[in-house]
């Protein structure tokens, strides 16, 4: 792809002293050893981690990984940055995260320091790799929902309903952390809330949340969508301003039961939606909100608020059970996640690997 060389052993000078024992020539290490690390990419390379890591936090996990990484000692050489790249996506450490760890399940005491030849290409024509660009597609439906209600907030069209008091500081944080999920979760979340739409269509109020464990490395903060139908009998009782103002009780009403239910969560982040096929327009409302101490008052007004609207009763939990590389068929199962040919001892440890990835983290959907 004609991307850069990296060399960690290129420091400071050497990048362009042509005299320097360690100058090598389109090769980049490390600009400030004694400073903060300077990511350097050119066009190819920035244009592969932009498309291959397109939520905010898979980039900037792998930039600090990286780092750490390139600072270590334990790589000798890459190939380019695509190939670090795929590297870093075919491997995964002890919490479940995508990480730079040692080869062949081996430490890094055994092996010392690794060279990455090129690897991308296999990388992206894996069976798995592509299963997962195709799985990945449900995912962007988050995105799009964090790209209406930004639009509106930048654009002033945010509307208010009667008796309440718009904050954009709350719609601020609240598309914050939409933002900030990766894309494996968008993915899962995408899913809930697109089955919670289909069986909207069918019942009056559908809720699901969707919760990671108090375990989970990341739990602070929990989402969750619900669907309302406009019965006929709202349009002589206020009409449509009466619906909204309706579902935005049911949303604050679920998302302090929620924080009451899960005190290890530190905030909420709800959306509501009518079910589609209802025949007139639709619009999305979206709250935030945070844990709080709350008092026997506040706690047994949301009790009443809950059996008032009947919600809240019974909640059954279930594990979402996607893969990030999924499965395909048996016949191609034999080639390695990062299709790269190798000894039986090689071909075991990328089969580790592959197995590992299929470990990671399940989200909790809560219904």
């Known amino acids: 792809m004609g991307t850069l060389l990296i060399k960690p052993d290129v420091v400071g000078d050497n990048h362009w002293d042509a005299k320097a024992p360690n100058h090598i020539p389109f090769a980049i290490g490390d600009i400030e050893p004694n400073s903060d690390f300077v990511h350097v990419l050119d066009e190819a390379s920035l244009d592969v981690l932009m498309s291959e890591l397109d939520t905010i936090s898979d980039f900037t996990d792998y930039l600090d990984k990286r780092s750490i990484f390139l600072r270590s000692g334990r790589l000798a050489a890459a190939h380019g940055e695509e190939d670090l790249l795929a590297y870093y996506a075919t491997n995964i450490n002890e919490s479940g995260d995508h990480d730079f760890v040692p080869p062949d399940g081996k430490s890094w005491e055994e092996v010392e320091a690794i060279a990455l030849g090129p690897r991308y290409g296999s990388f992206v024509r894996n069976p798995r790799y592509i299963a997962k660009k195709r799985a990945d597609e449900v995912s962007y439906a988050w995105d799009r929902l964090i790209e209406t209600f930004t639009q509106h907030m930048l654009s002033g069209t945010s509307i208010v309903v009667p008796g309440q008091v718009y904050s954009l500081t709350n719609s601020e944080m609240a598309v914050r952390y ?136 019974s909640l059954v939990p279930r594990e979402y059970g996607g893969e990030e590389f999924p499965q395909v068929e048996r016949e191609r199962l034999s080639r390695p996640l990062n299709g790269l040919e190798g000894n039986r001892k090689e071909r075991r440890a990328r089969a580790a690997a592959a197995r590992a990835l299929r470990k990671r983290p399940l989200q909790r959907n809560v219904r």
């Open 178 to 313: 939409m933002a900030l999920e990766s894309r494996f979760k968008r993915r899962s979340h995408s899913e809930a809330i697109l089955g919670a739409l289909k069986r909207g269509e069918t019942e009056q109020v559908f809720f699901r949340a969707m919760i990671a464990p108090a375990e989970a490395r990341y739990c602070e903060t929990g989402f969750f969508f619900m669907t309302l139908k406009f019965m006929t009998w709202m349009e002589a009782d206020g009409g449509y301003e009466k619906y909204r103002i309706f579902r935005t009780f049911y949303l604050k009403t679920y998302a302090q039961a929620l924080l009451v239910k899960f005190p290890y969560l530190k905030r909420v982040v709800g959306i509501a939606m009518e079910p589609p096929n209802q025949g007139r327009g639709a619009s999305e409302d979206c709250i935030y909100a945070a844990q709080a101490e709350w008092t026997d008052a506040e706690l047994a007004e949301i009790k009443d608020d809950c059996e008032g609207l009947g919600i809240m009763k």
